[in-house]
């Protein structure tokens, strides 16, 4: 008997959520300020992961292109905005030169390997794999395995009051309304737009839509740069709140995966809902039980695969 999708649905919130409801009041009950000041933290990683998974879920869950080089463009764009940084001394310049890096090396990949193996996911996962080892290495001999750091605007330094919590930085909550942002502007644009309107019905039928006048290749070369250049204004956005150092690439390309995995593949806000799984299990994890915090990302994916294997926002192909 075929278990209705549904039901499955349903049956994957509420395995995540009764846990989630019933350890929020036991929390708030024990010690409130730990709790918020955690739940805040979790909001800005989750935000931090829904930039980059947000261009992922692009590649990977509208065009079926599969990139296991997208963490290197977050790396990349992450080099390239802090030297744009330190010679220009704005932050804001940073931000853009990580995102045009990135689209250009994404664009690049679009024309020279992704449209000549449309289909052949093997071959494509094969060759970026083998391109994010080249990437690294590569950057790896410019930058050296130094650690780097920004300066975010100085309307972005210090802390903010909040109640309950006291201080709170301010860069962690400008990181969180600009995640907010970007993702109404990204569902806008595959919703309301002419070219997200001929992204979405290229993915469904390709050669209807080339039939129709559409240069196919040219409208998924746009889509590529896009969510490469996230990825790339992503690692600006991320070395601002922490560091950029190698070992960063594998570490967003891995949480891109699980975040576009449990939000569903194509769905802006799938990947919104898996960042925030995500970055809630991490944080918390390590504030309550930080021996066994790299479990409970794990079990959301088990529970997620179990009963919506599509993802909590997916649809069938």
Same mark, same amino acid.
């Given at each position: 008997?075929?278990?209705?999708?549904?039901?499955?649905?349903?049956?994957?919130?509420?395995?995540?959520?009764?846990?989630?409801?019933?350890?929020?009041?036991?929390?708030?009950?024990?010690?409130?300020?730990?709790?918020?000041?955690?739940?805040?933290?979790?909001?800005?990683?989750?935000?931090?992961?829904?930039?980059?998974?947000?261009?992922?879920?692009? =590649?990977?869950?509208?065009?079926?292109?599969?990139?296991?080089?997208?963490?290197?463009?977050?790396?990349?764009?992450?080099?390239?905005?802090?030297?744009?940084?330190?010679?220009?001394?704005?932050? =804001?310049?940073? /931000?853009?030169?990580?995102?045009?890096?990135?689209?250009? @090396?994404?664009?690049?990949?679009?024309?020279?390997?992704?449209?000549?193996?449309?289909?052949?996911?093997?071959?494509?996962?094969?060759?970026?794999?083998? *391109?994010?080892?080249?990437?690294?290495?590569?950057?790896?001999?410019?930058?050296?395995?130094? @650690?780097?750091?920004?300066?975010?605007?100085?309307?972005?330094?210090?802390?903010?009051?909040?109640?309950?919590?006291?201080?709170?930085?301010?860069?962690?909550?400008? /990181?969180?309304?600009?995640?907010?942002?970007?993702?109404?502007?990204?569902?806008?644009?595959?919703?309301?737009?002419?070219?997200?309107?001929?992204?979405?019905?290229?993915?469904?039928?390709?050669?209807?839509?080339?039939?129709?006048?559409?240069?196919?290749?040219?409208?998924?070369?746009?889509?590529?740069?896009?969510?490469?250049?996230?990825?790339?204004?992503?690692?600006?956005?991320?070395?601002?709140?922490?560091?950029?150092?190698?070992?960063?690439?594998?570490?967003?390309?891995?949480?891109?995966?699980?975040?576009? *995995?449990?939000?569903?593949?194509?769905?802006?806000?799938?990947?919104?809902?898996?960042?925030?799984? @995500?970055?809630?299990?991490?944080?918390?994890?390590?504030?309550?039980?930080?021996?066994?915090?790299? /479990?409970?990302?794990?079990? @959301?994916?088990?529970?997620?695969?179990?009963?919506?294997?599509?993802?909590?926002?997916?649809?069938?192909?």
């Amino acid at each position: 008997m075929k278990w209705p999708a549904s039901r499955g649905v349903w049956a994957a919130w509420i395995l995540i959520g009764v846990p989630l409801a019933v350890f929020t009041v036991w929390a708030l009950a024990d010690n409130a300020k730990l709790y918020l000041t955690t739940l805040l933290n979790s909001l800005t990683l989750a935000s931090l992961y829904f930039l980059v998974a947000s261009g992922f879920t692009l =590649v990977f869950g509208l065009m079926r292109n599969v990139n296991l080089a997208h963490g290197s463009l977050y790396l990349f764009g992450a080099y390239v905005g802090w030297m744009v940084g330190e010679h220009s001394g704005s932050w =804001v310049l940073a /931000v853009a030169a990580g995102f045009l890096s990135a689209a250009v @090396i994404g664009l690049l990949l679009q024309l020279l390997v992704f449209r000549h193996m449309q289909g052949q996911d093997l071959r494509q996962t094969l060759v970026t794999i083998g *391109i994010s080892i080249v990437l690294a290495d590569v950057m790896l001999w410019i930058w050296g395995a130094e @650690i780097y750091t920004f300066e975010p605007p100085a309307w972005m330094y210090g802390s903010t009051t909040l109640p309950l919590v006291e201080k709170f930085p301010t860069y962690r909550i400008a /990181v969180f309304v600009m995640a907010a942002l970007i993702g109404l502007a990204l569902w806008w644009f595959l919703a309301r737009t002419r070219v997200g309107m001929m992204i979405r019905a290229g993915v469904d039928d390709r050669a209807m839509l080339s039939a129709s006048g559409v240069n196919v290749q040219q409208v998924f070369a746009v889509t590529f740069a896009i969510g490469a250049g996230l990825a790339g204004l992503a690692g600006v956005v991320g070395g601002s709140a922490l560091s950029v150092s190698p070992g960063e690439d594998t570490r967003y390309l891995l949480a891109s995966l699980v975040v576009v *995995i449990v939000g569903g593949m194509g769905s802006v806000g799938g990947a919104a809902i898996g960042a925030l799984l @995500i970055g809630l299990a991490e944080q918390f994890g390590l504030a309550y039980a930080p021996t066994y915090s790299v /479990v409970f990302t794990f079990v @959301i994916m088990v529970l997620v695969l179990a009963f919506r294997p599509r993802g909590l926002m997916g649809k069938a192909a």
